[in-house]
């Protein structure tokens, strides 16, 4: 088994170096070694021995998905400030889309498939919002905060948020004292949504809905990324 690993992973490293002679950066790796990528001018080149899939790909290519995504969401792809790409090592290859649209971060990602075909998250209709400021992102739902409070305090919240203007569009019970709460906003509205709650001292916590992401190690993709001038 030992010698079938190793084989595949140097054939793997053979084509990415032999397929990158033209690209101008080093070559880098990652994950203890289990994904290597090198860049080139708007053109990148990875590898994951984790799956076996060999990524060649230019900006163009990967960022077109990406921008008739927005498209189809009613965002104008002309006013698109930014794409911050970042390529992900874990069990499985993925790539981070930060996504910058009139002052609020959006995020997309997407497992890279073994034809080299990137797939898209299609689970929910909706575009998340990015977790975090830096990195790669992490998506977040725009319209959905999971609360740990006492049932007897919920209606209290709900009240104290119609009070500010956050008004609560459906109030779920979980489990235990977990709620999920919807609510009817745009843009990132959610974020101080979630700063309300938090200074209400009625929750014990709060927190974003978010997806399931694997521990992985990250890395820039800068020649995969637009930056408007």
Known sequence: MKKILDSSRVFLFIMIVTS????????????????????????????????QISLNTSRDDILAPVVKFFHKKGFKADQIDAIHTYGICGPRLAIAFRVTYDAVEYCLRANASKDGELVFDKGEDMLPLAASRKGACEGI???????????????DLQKYLN??????????????????????????EIKKIKTSVESSGLARSVSFSSGQYHIADEFELLSLSYFRK
């Open 141 to 155: 739902n725009p319209h959905r905060l999971i609360i740990s409070i006492k049932s007897d305090l919920v209606v």
């Open 163 to 188: 009070a500010k203007g956050h008004i609560v569009k459906k109030a779920q019970h979980l489990s235990g004292s977990v709620y999920v709460l919807d609510f009817s906003v745009e843009r990132d």
């Open 20 to 51: 990158s002679s033209l690209l101008a950066g080093p070559l880098t790796s990652v994950g203890n070694d289990t994904c290597w990528y090198k860049e080139g001018d708007y053109r990148t080149k990875i590898a994951s021995f984790n799956d």
